[in-house]
């Protein structure tokens, strides 16, 4: 093939001169490599490993400067465990519910001392007793003394009666229901709970 463009014309500079990198340094210019013109230019101080020559405390007052956001809202997580309650020890259920049931049966006993005593203030003993011997009452006998049958000493005895009873039925019950769910749990696997927990 033959070049039927004809003769082109030559650049100056470039063409014929070196290039920028093989110039030799003018007058009052120090030898050394090509930089390239930049666009912007470095900050006060100049870079060193990506880092400015500032002190420390130019870098404090920078970071000190960035505020944080204020739309930005952290939302607390929450933590959960699935577990499940495959056996209760029937020893520990006994005695936890001994003492509970002794807790109920002295509650029982205060309650009936206190609420005697406000229906005795009230006179509620007094004019329920009269009504009830006058209804009952005759010519020979004066009728069912109310007063005398529930007097404090009657009813806290009572009370304490049926505290005793509660105490021995409740551990019972507690025991027992402490075998009927370790039964269970062999065959259905026991209560799955699910615990939580916010950080």
């Known amino acids: 093939m033959t070049d039927t463009r004809g003769p082109q014309p030559q650049y100056e500079g470039y063409a014929t001169g070196p290039l920028p990198g093989e110039r030799e340094p003018g007058p009052g210019q120090a030898s050394g490599p090509y930089h390239p013109p930049q666009a912007y230019s470095s900050p006060a101080g100049g870079t060193q490993g990506g880092r400015p020559h500032g002190d420390a405390q130019d870098v404090g007052a920078a970071q000190a400067a960035r505020r944080p956001r204020t739309g930005a809202r952290t939302t607390p997580r929450t933590r959960k465990a699935r577990l499940r309650v495959a056996k209760a020890d029937p020893w520990s ?24 005593m406000v229906m005795d203030a009230m006179g509620v003993f ?74």
Do not use: H
């Open 93 to 116: 259920v006994m005695k936890v519910s001994f003492l509970l049931s002794i807790a109920l049966g002295i509650c029982t006993v205060v309650a009936s001392a206190v609420l005697w």
């Open 126 to 199: 007094s004019t329920v007793g009269g009504t009830i011997s006058e209804a009952t009452g005759s010519n020979d006998s004066n009728g069912f003394d109310l007063q005398s049958f529930l007097s404090l000493p009657r009813v806290l005895i009572f009370t304490s009666v049926i505290a005793v009873i509660d105490v021995v039925l409740a551990t019972a019950l507690a025991t027992l229901g402490s075998f009927i769910y370790n039964l269970s749990a062999g065959f259905v696997g026991g209560v799955e709970l699910t615990l939580a927990e916010d950080e």
